[in-house]
């Protein structure tokens, strides 16, 4: 695949982040993303799972706009997100798994309804609370389970998010 094309699908991704459609992204995209998951599985904003969640999307935020916004107006293009983020963080995984784990960690609790792990429905759900299209959603939360139709560990769901934000998907 040429450089043009690995291109052209990284910046699909963009849109996932791109809550609001307006060609940014921004912190708002990440309340809005947040607040997209916490109703999906009707946990209340104040609750620890909520404020978590908060907590997590704004370090996820702060960490792409250091990576990624190149001219400090605090919103990433999408140019800004396949030069810098993607980029970036394909060359230096270790750095994408330490702005993302918090979003995710808060993420997994948020989707775990009873306390053993979220189910391949449960993670399904999240990621198109997330935006993500629903058959890359069904294509994602099946690379998450693990031999018992769970959630795999942390560390597993660090790596897939990190392929489908730094890799290019055959349909994307």
Do not use: C, H
Request: hydrophobic content about 45%; charged content about 30%.
């Amino acid at each position: 695949m040429d450089s043009a094309e690995y291109e052209r699908r990284i910046a699909a991704r963009f849109a996932t982040f791109d809550q609001d459609r307006n060609g940014y992204i921004a912190r708002d995209d990440f309340g809005t993303a947040t607040k997209a998951l916490l109703a999906e599985f009707g946990t209340t904003p104040r609750s620890d799972k909520g404020q978590a969640l908060y907590i997590g999307a704004e370090a996820l935020w702060q960490g792409m706009a250091g990576i990624a916004d190149v001219d400090g107006d605090q919103r990433v293009s999408r140019d800004e997100f396949i030069t810098g983020a993607v980029k970036r963080l394909r060359d230096n995984p270790e750095r994408f798994a330490e702005i993302a784990r918090p979003f995710l960690r808060a993420a997994i609790a948020v989707a775990d309804e009873d306390g053993q792990g979220p189910t391949a429905e449960a993670a399904e759900r999240a990621l198109r609370a997330l935006g993500v299209a629903p058959e890359a959603a069904a294509m994602g939360a099946a690379a998450l389970l693990d031999g018992n139709g769970r959630v795999a560990r942390e560390d597993r769901v660090l790596e897939v998010f990190a392929e489908y934000f730094t890799t290019p998907a055959p349909d994307a």
